[in-house]
């Protein structure tokens, strides 16, 4: 709250011995920034990338196709992925073993488990299909979303049918979505000169192309 500060000046004297008064007010603000105050660092996100990097009071250990090794901790993983929360709830090999053969290569491993840890993602611009390939294996719903934006940069006439492929096979919603309507507004006459126009399989993914260049608006 301001503090006001009034100053009276005197500015005339009427003839019947009035005076007359003009006040100027100052508001002061309060400064509740003073130096004794202290706002802390947000440092979870740091603090559980360190967990993973140094594997402290790990539990289970999880390897790459090259037989990588990280030691990583099950509630964590538990609490982030119900494919990798029913690996620990049945009678599995992996409960058992408390060890976990990912199908994963070992830089994308690095990048779900990094994710997993602390919601970053450092190299989503680099390998954003390997990664929404994973996070659509481990149920990583909100990273399967993030990769999706990388993904429709890249979208080009020469491309644009494998990326929808892609997204129909990952169940990647948006990325469809948006690529069938960068299909609809661009030269059809282009796209089917296109490797990936001669190479389609899916008879229903032909169909739906169809459908959206004639139709108004995509939907899903």
Known sequence: MG????????????DQGWFTFEFKYQILEKNNNSDNSYT?????????ENLLNNGFYSDVTMKSTEGTEF???KNILASRSAVLKANFEHNTIE????????????DVLREVLLYIYSDKVPKINEIPDKLLAAAEYYQLEELKMLC??????????????????????HSADTLKQETLEFIKHNPMNEIVKTKGWTNI???QLVKRICECITCDSVEK
């Open 71 to 73: 030691k990583v901790h």
């Open 148 to 169: 999706e934006r990388p993904l429709l940069k890249r979208l080009t006439v020469q491309n644009a049918i494998e990326i929808l492929e892609f997204a129909d096979l």
């Open 95 to 106: 409960c058992h073993t408390n060890t976990i053969e990912s199908p994963l290569e070992e």
């Open 201 to 203: 399989k899916s008879v």
């Open 3 to 14: 503090t006001v500060l009034k100053r009276p000046l005197l500015t005339s004297m009427s």
């Open 40 to 48: 802390p660092k947000v440092r979870l996100a740091n603090d559980m």
